[in-house]
């Protein structure tokens, strides 16, 4: 992978095993993990254009990370879980998911249905005929 370097890139390329020194807008061929990892960073940019690096979802200048939902407020949400239910949330719940178990464990405590209770019939015995 061709890099071309934003600032001074002074690191050891561990999958090509050389020590690698570029300085700020030169260019250089290093392994495509390498690469990777610089562009990722901010210290690169990659010449060839083949690869794309992780996108800042959040605005925070690092990459990946996300952004809130709009809508219910996932730490109220969390809050009201752990005190209906009495135990800890999934951290990867959003906050549909959450409203959703919480409305349910309501709808059981208040004995309504839920709607898998199906009918009364055994499920042993053959329906009739």
Request: no cysteine; charged share 35%; hydrophobic share 30%.
């Amino acid at each position: 992978m061709k890099i071309k370097a934003i600032t001074q890139i002074i690191d050891w390329d561990g999958h090509d095993r050389r020590a690698v020194i570029i300085n700020a807008d030169e260019t250089d061929t290093v392994s495509d993990t390498f690469g990777k990892m610089k562009v990722d960073a901010g210290q690169a940019e990659d010449v060839d254009g083949e690869y794309l690096p992780q996108l800042d979802h959040d605005g925070d200048g690092k990459p990946g990370g996300s952004t809130a939902g709009e809508g219910d407020d996932i730490d109220a949400l969390r809050a009201e879980y752990k005190e209906v239910l009495g135990k800890n949330y999934f951290a990867g719940w959003d906050a549909a998911e959450l409203r959703k178990r919480i409305d349910e464990h309501k709808a059981q405590e208040s004995g309504g249905s839920t709607g898998d209770e199906g009918d009364d019939a055994d499920e042993d015995e053959a329906p009739a005929a």
